[in-house]
């Protein structure tokens, strides 16, 4: 619900990052995939931890989005105006 309520906004995010066990949502399998599918047709970036990937054992599961790293993911919270949690 919260996914599909962020495409209603009307000043969408620039990017969803997924980090720790939220890796799991962007991997073969996960419910939200087409959800995710929205988000990157409608030219929000979909960003996933490659460290968090190994640990889960997940990364040639990777179904949407594109693998970071800590590096970006801590970087992009910093330089952001706004973050929003769930």
């Known amino acids: 619900s919260y996914l599909k309520t962020l495409l209603q906004l009307e ?5 969803v990052m997924f980090y720790n066990t939220g890796v799991r949502l962007c991997c073969e399998g996960s419910p939200l995939l087409e959800d995710l599918a929205e988000f990157e047709s409608a030219g929000i970036a979909i960003i996933a931890c490659g460290t968090c990937l190994n640990f ?3 990364g040639d599961q990777l179904a949407i989005g ?3 790293d800590m590096l970006e993911i801590a970087t992009r919270l910093h330089e952001a105006g706004r973050v929003i949690r769930p």
Do not use: D, S, W
């Open 66 to 68: 594109r693998v970071t």
């Open 56 to 58: 889960f054992e997940l």
């Open 11 to 15: 000043e969408k995010p620039a990017l």
